[in-house]
Nanobody, 123 residues
Framework: QVQLVESGGGLVQAGGSLRLSCAASGRTFSKRMIAWFRQAPGKEREFVAALNWNTVTTWYADSVKGRFTISRDNAKNTVYLQMNSLKPEDTAVYYC????????????????WGQGTQVTVSS
């Protein structure tokens, strides 16, 4: 079983920054593919970013490219999402997802999910 625990959400003004963390644990955590998704009220869950743990290759949704950065700390088994130049449309619950076998932007390809952390961007 893999456990994912997100933290770092909060309220920020437009143009501000936040850093989300996702701590991964569990005997079966294979350190392959970890991703961030988000879900705004009344909308479907959408892909934000993904990272191949071993190669550190990254992928981003067009809507966040150039503003968000996904990274990992191997010693801490933690993935980060640095979010800069935040916009009101970034407001959502952000979820960490793992432990994918290959890169995918589809939520159904990830077996494990954290509880989510709320990010609210005020205008």
């Amino acid at each position: 079983q893999v456990q994912l625990v997100e933290s770092g959400g909060g309220l920020v003004q437009a143009g501000g920054s936040l850093r989300l963390s996702c701590a991964a644990s569990g005997r079966t955590f294979s350190k392959r593919m970890i991703a961030w998704f988000r879900q705004a009220p009344g909308k479907e869950r959408e892909f934000v970013a993904a990272l191949n743990w071993n190669t550190v290759t990254t992928w981003y949704a067009d809507s966040v490219k150039g503003r968000f950065t996904i990274s990992r700390d191997n010693a801490k088994n933690t993935v980060y999402l640095q979010m800069n130049s935040l916009k009101p449309e970034d407001t959502a619950v952000y979820y960490c997802a793992g432990d994918g076998t290959y890169y995918s932007s589809h939520a159904s390809d990830y077996a494990y999910w954290g509880q989510g952390t709320q990010v609210t961007v005020s205008s």
